[in-house]
């Protein structure tokens, strides 16, 4: 191999070695620099839920995050909502209400009276 037959070389590698280390370690690299709203609103999107309401609490093994149980099909699920301290949500949730959420920042809440 001659020299700039080499330096291509080494650069294509650098260049895949950059490319893996951002696939791999990117969202790494977004939680430890991001701000804790930003945290909040990304792992509150990657939520999905649905179900009735059981309980609703402050979760004071967890730095008193407020948190509801969730049932469904049988199967209780506890849902942390680090973000709620901020929003009407948390005052307009009662027990036995329904509740669905898909891969959004929405959240679907119904209530029969």
């Known amino acids: 191999m001659n020299a700039i037959t080499r330096i291509i070389f080494f650069l294509f590698i650098a260049i895949i070695i ?3 280390i951002k696939i791999a370690y990117g ?3 977004d939680e430890a620099f991001s701000s804790y709203e930003c945290w909040c609103q990304r792992k509150t999107k990657e939520l999905q839920f649905v179900g009735l309401i059981k309980n609703k ?3 004071s093994s967890n730095h008193n995050i407020n948190a509801i149980e969730i049932i469904n099909n049988g199967r209780s699920d506890f849902v942390h ?3 709620l301290e ?3 949500l948390w005052n307009r949730i009662k027990v ?3 509740i669905k ?3 959004t920042i929405y959240i679907s809440l119904s209530r029969t009276v």
């Open 101 to 103: 959420k898909a891969r």
């Open 27 to 29: 969202s790494l690299y």
């Open 86 to 88: 901020e929003s009407d």
């Open 81 to 83: 909502f680090p973000y």
């Open 57 to 59: 609490f402050v979760d």
């Open 18 to 20: 950059i490319f893996i």
């Open 96 to 98: 036995n209400d329904s």
